[in-house]
């Protein structure tokens, strides 16, 4: 069954985030954007590159009122150690969810059981708490920020025009399209 349009299930995690450990839920979704972004490991190597793709771009998401949360099955104190060890990780301005416990992998439906880890599993989450982008990568495909946020564009503007649709690689302030029977067999 597919994720998309569906709530997040509850949760509870604890996240590193500025030197501190917070507590995330469900419940500090509402009335924002966010971003679940799952991989398989703290200390690897593909990782570290995407992590630092979204934190390079990590204030064009803030714009769009969008909070990411990378997470992974580590735990909190892991994601500390890396923060302060790794150049690209020390960067991140986002929390880093721990998820030892694999709920929240699962209930996402990302976590390889067999290995206790999260596939590279992308989801954009509306300000009611439904899912609406899921992108899940191959462990060793990394995944791009700019892409990321033109997906999240394209959401925030058709949730604001729902009369509207974003075509193939839309831009903001593109033309979009107004779904009707005119348009049926003429594009």
Excluded at 46 to 72: H, M, Q, R, W
Excluded at 134 to 146: F, W
Aim: negative net charge; charged residues 25%; aromatic residues 10%.
């Amino acid at each position: 069954m597919s994720l998309i349009n569906t709530e997040v299930k509850p949760f509870k995690a604890t996240a590193y985030l500025n030197g501190e450990f917070i507590d995330v839920t469900e419940e500090s979704l509402k009335n924002q954007w966010s971003i679940f972004f799952f991989y398989p490991a703290d200390f690897t190597f593909v990782c570290p590159t995407e992590l630092g793709d979204l934190a390079d771009n990590y204030e064009e998401f803030k714009k769009l009122g969008v909070e990411i949360y990378g997470v992974s099955t580590d735990t909190h104190f892991t994601h500390k150690a890396w923060h302060d060890s790794s150049e690209t990780i020390g960067k991140l301005q986002y929390p880093m969810l721990a998820d030892p416990t694999h709920v929240v992998s699962r209930n996402f439906e990302v976590l390889i059981e067999e290995d206790g880890v999260a596939e590279r599993g992308t989801f954009v989450v509306d300000p009611d708490g439904k899912i609406q982008i899921v992108e899940i990568n191959a462990g060793n495909i990394g995944r791009n920020a700019e892409e990321l946020l033109r997906k999240v564009k394209a959401a925030q503007y058709v949730r604001a025009n729902p009369n509207e649709v974003c075509p193939a690689k839309w831009k903001e302030g593109e033309e979009t399209l107004a779904p009707s029977l005119d348009l049926v067999g003429k594009i």
